[in-house]
């Protein structure tokens, strides 16, 4: 989630058939379990989550927060986090399949977009960064995880949304469409200004190009309006 969130309504539906599966809700710590047996023949399920209250400012959320679960042998047991990196991989994945993409092709999609978002945006051991990178995993948690990067990157990413919806560019959905168009569907190292400085490969979210991804989310000419 966008931080903890009490409340949230969570729907399941199966990929890539959207059967709907059912439902459940977040705890008042923002917490969630998956329903018994909602996997049961089903290798990759849609989690899409809703509404609730933030814990830590107490204001509603007005975010819809996706993932993608897949069917492992210690699903039931592994720590899922619903957030806005997963959300723009699970975009990502939902306007690049079909009814007839197989379960093999999904995880590959799921696994190339997470690397190339994770490039682009500088969470790699590259940028210095050699804690959990799974963007799946609860990052605020991170005396268990080791994960503060994966907090520092979300961060950078809510602001630069709420950004955009604030000068009323466009909705939280079509943000995260643009950023899902953007950042997933290549490795952009090459081609983003480089960290001379510490000599490592530039990212969408340094000093250097951030307004180069800013300005390609809102459009040059929106971008440099006064």
Same mark, same amino acid.
Do not use: R, W
């Given at each position: 989630?966008?931080?903890?969130?009490?409340?949230?309504?969570?729907?399941?539906?199966?990929?890539?058939? *959207?059967?709907?599966? +059912?439902?459940?809700?977040?705890?008042?710590?923002?917490?969630?379990? !998956?329903?018994?047996?909602?996997?049961?023949?089903?290798?990759?399920? &849609?989690?899409?989550?809703?509404? +609730?209250?933030?814990?830590?400012? +107490?204001?509603?959320?007005?975010?819809?927060?996706?993932?993608?679960? @897949?069917?492992?042998?210690?699903?039931?047991?592994? *720590?899922?986090?619903?957030?806005?990196?997963?959300?723009?991989?699970?975009?990502?994945?939902?306007?690049?399949?079909?009814?007839?993409?197989?379960?093999?092709?999904?995880?590959? &999609?799921?696994? *190339?977009?997470?690397?190339? !978002?994770?490039?682009?945006?500088?969470?790699?051991?590259?940028?210095?960064?050699?804690?959990?990178?799974?963007?799946?995993?609860?990052?605020?948690?991170?005396?268990?995880?080791?994960?503060?990067?994966?907090?520092?990157?979300?961060?950078?990413? %809510?602001?630069?949304?709420?950004?955009?919806?604030?000068? @009323?560019?466009?909705?939280?959905?079509?943000? %995260?469409?643009?950023?899902?168009?953007?950042?997933?569907?290549?490795?952009?190292?090459?081609?983003?200004?480089?960290?001379?400085?510490?000599?490592?490969?530039?990212?969408?979210?340094?000093? *250097?190009?951030v307004s180069i991804f800013i300005s390609?989310? !809102?459009?040059?000419?929106?971008?440099?309006?006064?």
């Open positions: 989630f966008d931080g903890y969130i009490s409340g949230a309504d969570i729907s399941y539906v199966s990929l890539p058939s *959207n059967t709907f599966l +059912g439902t459940t809700s977040s705890n008042a710590f923002g917490y969630f379990n !998956l329903p018994d047996n909602l996997l049961t023949g089903v290798g990759f399920v &849609k989690a899409t989550a809703t509404g +609730g209250n933030d814990i830590a400012s +107490g204001y509603a959320s007005d975010k819809t927060l996706k993932s993608i679960i @897949q069917n492992k042998a210690d699903v039931y047991s592994t *720590n899922t986090n619903i957030n806005i990196l997963t959300t723009i991989v699970t975009t990502a994945v939902e306007n690049d399949i079909s009814e007839t993409t197989s379960g093999a092709e999904i995880a590959e &999609k799921m696994a *190339n977009f997470e690397a190339n !978002l994770k490039t682009n945006i500088g969470l790699t051991s590259l940028h210095g960064y050699s804690g959990n990178t799974s963007i799946y995993h609860d990052f605020l948690a991170n005396s268990k995880y080791n994960s503060i990067e994966i907090a520092y990157h979300h961060a950078v990413l %809510i602001c630069i949304i709420n950004i955009i919806m604030s000068v @009323q560019y466009s909705t939280f959905n079509e943000a %995260i469409l643009s950023f899902a168009n953007i950042l997933t569907p290549s490795n952009l190292s090459s081609v983003l200004v480089e960290d001379t400085v510490n000599s490592i490969p530039g990212s969408y979210l340094d000093l *250097n190009n390609n989310v !809102l459009g040059a000419s929106k971008y440099y309006t006064n």
